[in-house]
């Protein structure tokens, strides 16, 4: 079976995030007011040959772990986004 | 020094101030032995970058730093940081930031995490340094075993000011204010310094759980927040708003203050709530050893306040005031001391007051106890100058060859115009000019070298030898050398063999610069650096600075020409003696031997061969007609090396009629040089005038390089090896 | 004499060397703050290569919204001459006046090296001094430097002349190679080499020269 | 009240991914087999004031469009989160 998977990878939280902050003092000057915390992160979309729902997202999750996110500074995250042909 | 038992955050100053890397409570008593004294030294150590006065009204600033224990969790931030940090302690002075070298040693490549840190290193200082706007222009690569998981991310950096610009780190005026610039602070590397690098990897108890432990000190870099930090602070500079300037670096804004306070001899109060934190709850302590990036701490008249809260409007950076300069406290005994007081609002509670004095400059001084290590006899006996075969010398010198191209690559090696010669030759060469310097001819080179190899067989002499092969890659590009700065990568200083080496390394590099007549204006410490228990080999970095007084041609490069005479300046081996040594080489290394006796460090041999050489290339630069071609330096793999480097570069072979024997070949010592010349009798003579050995090594021509009868080897081979290997090894080919 | 504006945005940094560069060619620099809302009289506009806004988000995204950049785009659909280098050709795209973007690197790291360039037309205020076929030396440096655009884009880039500079040898995945490109008129280029790095031969080529040349000289009286 | 936001950015089909070409590339070397199709984006997460959820998630949609993406090569799409004090 092939699933499609998405990982997010984000600052842990306390981790400066200086695109975030530098996103978040330009937006005044564009017209957008009352955004606030932006912080910036990566996102992964792939497809993961598996036996299981269960089995597929196991290993995205080690996939993200491993390469890509830095455990030390990201928080990585995987999830289903379904079944795929 | 209190009268009284010091409060938990008391103690927890100290702890952090105190510790080896903000004290150099192991290395002080042995850096004293080093000279740091010359007339053209405007600055020496002590202060943020050493600066030298580099004539036409221009000083220079130099500083070298490691960055090695946060590269090792997390590389590319580790690196990064490493440029901001060693960036702000030379716009500290007051310099301009012209140029980054970066000398790295990590682990063998056959390692997937070793593969990692080298990525993620070279990228970190790649996306810093070029975002910040600061060419680097050179640096290091070394691989070795020994720093496998402890790799060593050293960072030097120079700038250029005119000399009425000099800015130092002294709090004066009472009723200043002292004011944070740029960053807001948060939680990053609270007692990074402390826990960081003042303690080994341990090695065995796995590296995740020893990343979970050292977390909360990963700090991330923004280089964009320092590139406006630099503007703002040189504008301020300029336009004479600031009465001290200093960087925060490690334990941050507590070293900061109390340095500053210490060297004006005044007190400082300093209010916690006035410090913009970018996290809630910040515990005072926090506040005070942070260790976020890109801040700065500027003493300032109250009268000028506005005017510089305009400039750091314009660049977009905070300004807050964070302290008030105060008057020294008079004692019971009628001395006076300048306290250090940590309070809540200026009006506030007092949650710390100690002599500012004794955070910055009572650190204990250890001696501790050092010891030869006690196999050095038998490891000098194993010398493989006598008894390795020759076996295929071809094949060694195809494998000696590596273009670290796919480094500098990734650098901007070129901005502000100045780049007369980048990364990927013996000395980076610059022309002296930059926004706001007066109008100049001249020029400054830099290199930086290191061989662990040689330190490992012989501390003394191989520090000794590595000042004497700067000196030899600066004369390539005809810079006279003016001044060394140094970092210090060691294992434990609990351990005596590393106690010792770093003493004989200190005695090595004493006895080079008092031979070579270089001061020391700067350097750093790095202890416990340890892999998998075992203490690195001794790794002193050696940072030489030098000046050409007139820079209107570009010096001679690698590649000869087409009917070129080949010289080599220096020493020959002659028939009959000892052969010349392969011990510590890289040729010996390869096959496993790592033990023998070095040659000697000869400081008045040195001189001449380094005058006559950079005589030679100065006149070129100057514009003067010359027959030199081509120039290398005899360094890491030998004279087959410089040789095959030259030729794959040219696209022409050379022939060598005779050579002794593999030490010919492949044994490294400086003072030896490789060159070109159009007009062999004319060349000679003027080096039997100056009373310097040379002899002809044969002529350019053909496709391959045949030294001696030893090696045959065809350049198209060299030049696709050269190329190749080092992405081959970082398996992205 | 010729006046050029020079745009510094928050993180460039090449500012001061295209100014040298133009002065080296007899012409007039004034470096313009980001923050200005007028360009003032002058005949050409450099946005230079940096890292505006620490090219956070992407190069050039944030620059776009500076206050210059109305004076700019003013200036430009006035038939002004207007320039961007590495970073400014970023600025340029994601301010739409250029067509297509750059994206990362193929090898996805940073690049600073010589490229050999090919010029492709003289229909630009870049170009204009060149000639068609001729090869420079001028070196790049950049990390997002691979330029795209969706197929109707490149049609209508190839039917206009409005690849300007190929690489000999692609360096970073550009589409067909693509160095530099203009606009219709040919009054608005960007490259992602660096013209100003290759003015003399004491720092390695003066390939570059020929090109701002064109910019300070024939491209304006041209106007 | 405040809404947090997420945005992905992706790049719009038929658009080149280096990036994910050269995750995809890596992975067999690092044990992973089975991974395909390997995509690379980024992802934002920030808090919007406004008065309705509706109103929230049009100003990120905005934001996400205007700025935050290139049309030219990326396709951005805002959703909510949830409400945030
Ligand atoms: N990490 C690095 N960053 C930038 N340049 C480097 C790096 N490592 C090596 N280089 C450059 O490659 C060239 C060769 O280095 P090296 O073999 O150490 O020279 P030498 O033997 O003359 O001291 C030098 O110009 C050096 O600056
Ligand atoms: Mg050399």
């Known amino acids: 079976m092939n699933y499609s998977v998405i990982v997010e990878v984000t600052l842990r939280p306390g981790i400066a995030d200086p695109e975030g902050a530098t996103i978040e003092r330009a937006l005044p000057a564009l017209g957008f007011t009352g955004v606030r915390a932006v912080r910036a992160g990566k996102l992964f979309r792939f497809d993961v040959e598996a036996a299981s729902s269960d089995e597929a997202l196991a290993n995205a999750q080690a996939l993200a772990e491993r390469l890509l996110s830095n455990p030390v500074i990201e928080d990585a995250t995987a999830r289903l986004e379904g079944e795929v042909q | ?733 | 004499m010729t006046r050029i504006a020079v745009v510094v945005f928050p993180g460039s940094n090449c500012e001061y060397d295209a100014a040298a560069a133009v002065e080296q060619l007899g012409a007039s620099a004034e470096l313009v703050f980001h923050s200005a809302t007028s360009l003032g009289d002058v005949d050409g506009v450099i946005l230079p290569g940096g890292f505006a806004h620490g090219d956070y988000l992407r190069p050039g995204a944030l620059a776009r919204f500076s206050p210059v950049m109305a004076a700019v785009t003013d200036f430009a659909a006035r038939g002004g001459a207007v320039l961007g280098i590495c970073n400014g050709f970023q600025v340029l795209t994601e301010a739409g006046l250029l067509p297509g973007a750059l994206q990362k690197n193929r090898g996805l790291t940073f690049l600073c090296q010589p490229t050999t360039l090919v010029v492709v037309s003289t229909r630009s205020v870049l170009t204009r001094a060149a000639s068609v076929g001729a090869e420079l030396v001028v070196p790049i440096n950049h990390f997002s430097g691979a330029y795209t655009c969706d197929d109707a884009t490149y049609d209508s880039l190839v039917a206009h002349d409005q690849i300007v500079l190929r690489y000999r040898d692609n360096p970073n995945g550009s589409r067909d190679d693509i160095a530099g490109v203009s606009n219709v008129a040919g009054n608005v280029v960007g490259l992602m080499p660096h013209p100003e790095r290759a003015m003399s031969t004491l720092l390695g080529s003066a390939d570059g020269r020929v090109l701002l040349e064109s910019f300070v000289g024939l491209g304006v009286a041209a106007r």
Chains 1, 4 share one sequence.
């Not at chain 2, 809260?309 to 008057?327: L, M, P, Q, S, Y």
């Open chain 2, 1 to 733: 020094m209190l009268s009284r038992e010091p409060n938990p955050l008391e103690l927890a100053l100290y702890g952090v101030m105190w510790s080896e890397h903000c004290s150099y409570k192991s290395s002080r008593l042995h850096l004293r032995r080093l000279p740091s004294k010359a007339p053209h030294v405007l600055v020496g150590p002590g202060e943020g970058a050493g600066v030298i006065d580099a004539g036409d009204g221009i000083g220079v600033a130099i500083r070298i730093e490691s960055h090695n224990h946060p590269s090792a969790i997390e590389p590319y931030q580790g690196a990064a940081t490493g440029v901001g940090g060693i960036l702000r302690d030379v716009f500290s002075m007051g310099a301009r930031p012209l140029a980054v070298m970066d000398p790295l040693f990590f682990g063998e490549l056959d390692d997937a995490r070793n593969r990692w840190l080298v990525e993620g290193v070279v990228s970190g200082i790649s996306g810093y340094g070029n975002s910040v706007g600061v060419p680097t222009i050179g640096g290091e690569l070394t691989f070795d075993q020994c720093y496998s998981a402890n790799p060593l991310v050293n960072v030097l950096a120079v700038g250029a000011l005119p000399t009425n610009r000099l800015a130092l780190a002294v709090a004066s005026g009472v009723g200043n204010f002292a004011v944070l610039l740029g960053s807001s602070t948060g939680r990053d590397g609270i007692g990074g310094v402390s826990v960081l690098a003042s303690a080994g990897f341990a090695g065995d108890d796995g590296a995740a759980s020893l990343d979970d432990a050292k977390r909360p000190s990963v700090q991330v870099g923004d280089p964009y927040e320092e590139k406006r930090l630099i503007e703002a602070c040189l504008e301020l500079l300029d336009l004479e708003l600031v009465v001290g300037i200093q960087d925060l670096g490690g334990a941050g804004l507590i070293c900061a203050t109390c340095e500053t306070a210490a060297k004006g001899g005044v007190g400082m109060d300093v209010d916690v709530t006035a410090v913009p934190q970018r996290e809630v709850g910040m515990a005072p302590f926090e506040v005070m050893t942070s260790e976020s990036q890109e801040r700065m701490l500027a003493i300032v008249t109250p009268e000028n306040f506005d005017a510089v809260k305009a400039v750091c409007d314009k660049w977009e950076i905070r300004a807050n005031v964070v302290g008030h300069v105060v008057e020294p406290t008079t004692m019971p005994d009628g001395s006076t001391v300048g306290m250090l007081r940590v309070r809540h609002g200026f009006d506030g509670e007092v949650l710390a007051e100690v002599p500012a004095s004794s955070l910055a400059d009572d650190a204990p001084l250890y001696d501790r106890p050092r010891s030869r290590p006690a196999d050095l006899d038998a490891v000098w006996a194993d010398d493989p100058t006598f008894d390795e075969p020759a076996g295929d010398p071809a094949a060694d010198l195809l494998g000696l060859v590596v273009d670290p191209a796919w480094v500098y690559r990734q650098y901007d090696s070129q901005l502000f115009l100045n780049t007369v010669v980048g990364p990927g030759r013996d000395a980076a060469l610059l022309r002296l000019a930059g926004p706001g310097l007066p109008a100049s001819q001249r020029g400054f080179a830099v290199s930086t070298d290191s061989n662990p190899r040689w330190c490992a067989l012989d501390p003394r002499v191989g520090t000794a030898l590595t000042v004497a092969e700067g000196v030899a890659n600066l004369a390539c590009v005809g810079a006279s050398a003016k001044a060394v700065v140094n970092c210090l990568n060691f294992g434990n200083p609990e351990h005596p063999e590393v106690m010792w080496q770093l003493s004989e390394s200190v005695d090595g590099m004493a006895e080079a610069c008092d031979g070579l007549s270089l001061p020391v204006i700067g350097g750093n410490v790095s202890l416990y650096n340890e892999s998998g228990g075992r203490d690195i080999d001794p790794t002193p970095v050696v940072g030489l600075l030098g000046v050409v007084e007139s820079l209107v041609a570009p010096p001679p490069g690698w590649d000869w020409r087409e009917g070129d005479t080949v010289v080599l300046v220096g020493h020959r081996e002659a028939a009959g003696e000892t052969p010349f040594p392969l011990a510590g080489s890289r040729w010996a290394t390869r096959r496993g031997r790592r033990g023998g006796r070095l040659a000697g460090f000869d400081a008045s041999r040195l001189v001449s061969t380094f005058d006559f050489v950079t005589g030679e290339i100065a006149a070129v630069c100057a514009g003067e007609p010359r027959d030199v071609t081509a120039v290398h330096d005899v360094s890491g793999g030998g004279l087959a090396v410089a040789l095959a480097e030259m030729a794959a570069v040219s696209g022409l072979g050379v022939t060598v009629a005779r050579l002794a024997g593999l030490g010919e070949l492949f044994a490294e010592f400086p003072g030896r040089f490789v060159l070109a010349t159009s007009d062999a009798e004319a060349f000679m003579g003027r080096a039997v005038n100056a009373g310097v050995p040379v002899t002809m090594l044969g002529a350019v021509g053909g496709d391959s390089l045949h030294l001696g009868g030893l090696v045959s080897v065809a350049i198209a081979d060299i030049s696709r090896q050269r190329a190749r290997s080092l992405e081959e090894a970082l398996e992205l080919l």
